[in-house]
C-alpha cells in the first residue's frame, strides 16, 4: 500500500465497534441466559475469531439487520470443541476465553498464528493453576498452543505484577465457575470493560475501596442488549491526522471514552491539540462523545506511570504525533509494548528511524526528539495492524509512504484505508 501526501481530511466519519467491548459482549452473551443483542459490533477478524470459538463450543450467532444475535446458553452450556479452539491474531480471545475453558467440564486447546503464539502466556497459566487449574504449553515455552483440561476451582487473591485488562479479565471470569471469592489486585487500573459489562449481566462484581476487583460467584449471567460505542483505539488514527494534516476538519461519531481507556485524550491535551466535543452519549454504561478535530501545533510531552494502560495501544500513533511535535516527548513505563501484537517498541523505533525521526528507544519505552524534517519510507508493519495505520497516518505528513502488508488493518478496522479515502480532499 502506497500513501501520498494529503490536503487535508474533510468529513464526518463513524468510528467502528470496541474491539475490547465487541469481543466481551459475544464471550458473556454466550455464558448468559436468553439472547443478548449487540449493536455496532465489530466485524473485526479479531472478534470474528471470538465467534469462531464460541460457536466450536456449540453457540449460535447470527446477524439480525444491524444487530449480532448471541444465542446464550448459561454457565454451563458450552459443548466440547471437537477441534482446536482458533484464536487468530487474537491475545484478548486467547486470555479471555482461558478463564472460561479452565472451569468447563471438558478439554480444549487454543491457539492462533505465528504472532500470538509467541506471545507470553505464563501470565495467566500462573494465576489460572493457582486457582486449580489444568493448563499448560503444549511447546513448555509459556506460549500457546494452550491444553486446558477443566476442572473445579477455587477463588483466590491475586496481585497481577502487570497492569493488564487480559491478565484481570480471565482471573474474573475463572472466578465465575470457583468456589468462593476471586479478589484482584492491579498495580495501575487497566480497561474496565470486563467488571462493567459482567455486572450488567448480572454477575457480582465489585471494586472495593483498596481498589480490588471482587467477583462473588453463584449468580447466573441474563442476556443483554449491548450499545457498543466506537473504538477510541481506532478512533485514535483519525484524531491524529486532523490535528497533523494542514487543511483537516474531521468529525468522529461516538468516540467511547471510558475513563480507563481516555489517556490518548489527555495526552492530545497535553501536547496542545485542540478538540471539541460536540455531544455525549451513554454517561450511564460506557461514555462517548462526538469529538471535532481540526490541526494544531504539537508540543512535546512526557507519558508515564499509571496513564499508560489507558493508552497501551494508541502508543504507536501518539510516536508518530510526537515525531510531528516541537520538541521532546518521553514514554516511560511501558515495557509492555515488546509483547504487543509484535515488539512494537522496536518496531516503532525502527520504522520512525527510517523516517529521518530522531528516536532513542529505552528499556520501557522511548525519547523522541520532534520537529525533524520527515521523509516516506518502506515501512515494515510484520502483521501488526496499530504499526500500519500508525504509518499510513504518518504517509499523510511526508508522501512516499510504503507499507508493506497493510491488509492487516483488518484485525481491528477492515475499513480504515476505505474511511482514510472518503475523507480526503
Ligand atoms: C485488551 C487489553 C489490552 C489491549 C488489547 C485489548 C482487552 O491488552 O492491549 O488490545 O480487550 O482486554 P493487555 O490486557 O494485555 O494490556
Redesign the pocket.
Known amino acids: 500500500m502506497k500513501v501520498d501526501r494529503s490536503n487535508g481530511l474533510r468529513g464526518t466519519m463513524t468510528v467502528p465497534g470496541d474491539?475490547?467491548?465487541s469481543?466481551?459482549s459475544v464471550m458473556f452473551g454466550a455464558l448468559a441466559e436468553g439472547t443478548t443483542r449487540v449493536r455496532h459490533f465489530l466485524s473485526g477478524a479479531?472478534c470474528l475469531s471470538t465467534i469462531d470459538c464460541m460457536s466450536r463450543m456449540g453457540i449460535s450467532v447470527e446477524k439480525d439487520n444491524e444487530e449480532l444475535l448471541i444465542h446464550g446458553k448459561g454457565l454451563h452450556g458450552l459443548t466440547a470443541p471437537t477441534e482446536t479452539l482458533d484464536a487468530g491474531n487474537s491475545?484478548?480471545t486467547t486470555?479471555?476465553l482461558s478463564g472460561i475453558l479452565a472451569g468447563q467440564r471438558f478439554s480444549s486447546r487454543i491457539t492462533g498464528d505465528s504472532s500470538l503464539t509467541s506471545r507470553p502466556m505464563k501470565?495467566i497459566m500462573e494465576p489460572l493453576t493457582q486457582m486449580g487449574a489444568r493448563i499448560r504449553s503444549e511447546q513448555g515455552n509459556g506460549c500457546a498452543p494452550l491444553i486446558i483440561d477443566g476442572a473445579p476451582l477455587q477463588g483466590i487473591t491475586y496481585h497481577t505484577p502487570?497492569?493488564?485488562?487480559?491478565?484481570?479479565?480471565c482471573i474474573l471470569l475463572a472466578g465465575l465457575y470457583a468456589e468462593g471469592l476471586t479478589r484482584v489486585y492491579e498495580p495501575a487500573l487497566?480497561?474496565d470493560?470486563?467488571e462493567r459489562m459482567l455486572r450488567a449481566f448480572g454477575a457480582d462484581v465489585a471494586t472495593d475501596a483498596d481498589g480490588s476487583i471482587v467477583l462473588t460467584p453463584g449468580r447466573k449471567l441474563t442476556g443483554q442488549a449491548v450499545e457498543v460505542p466506537g473504538d477510541i483505539?481506532s478512533a485514535a488514527y483519525f484524531l491524529a491526522a486532523g490535528l497533523l494534516v494542514p487543511n483537516s476538519e474531521i468529525i468522529l461519531e461516538n468516540v467511547g471514552l471510558n475513563p480507563t481507556r481516555d489517556g490518548m485524550i489527555c495526552v492530545i491535551e497535553k501536547m496542545g491539540g485542540q478538540m471539541t466535543f460536540l455531544k455525549r452519549y451513554h454517561e450511564d454504561t460506557e461514555p462517548a462523545a462526538d469529538i471535532l478535530v481540526r490541526p494544531s501545533q504539537l508540543h512535546g510531552t512526557v507519558i508515564e506511570g499509571a496513564i499508560i494502560?489507558t493508552l497501551?495501544?494508541e502508543l504507536p500513533i501518539i510516536a508518530v504525533m510526537a515525531a510531528f511535535a516541537e520538541g521532546e516527548t518521553i514514554i516511560k513505563d511501558a515495557a509492555?509494548l515488546k509483547?504487543?501484537?509484535t515488539d512494537r517498541l522496536a518496531l516503532i523505533t525502527e520504522n520512525l528511524t527510517r523516517m529521518g525521526a530522531d528516536i532513542t528507544a529505552t528499556d520501557d519505552g522511548m525519547i523522541i526528539r520532534g520537529g525533524r524534517p520527515l521523509h516516506g519510507a518502506a515501512i515494515e508493519v510484520q502483521g501488526d495492524h496499530r504499526m500500519a495505520m500508525a504509518f499510513a497516518i504518518a504517509g499523510l505528513l511526508t508522501g512516499d509512504m510504503e507499507i508493506a502488508d497493510a491488509a492487516c488493518v483488518s484485525v481491528?478496522y477492515p475499513t480504515f484505508f476505505e474511511t482514510l479515502k472518503n475523507l480526503s480532499r
Open positions: 474491539k475490547s467491548i469481543h466481551r479479531d491475545g484478548t486470555r479471555l501470565r502487570v497492569a493488564s485488562a487480559q491478565v484481570k479479565s487497566s480497561r470493560h470486563t483505539s494502560p497501551i495501544d509492555e509483547v504487543k501484537e481491528s
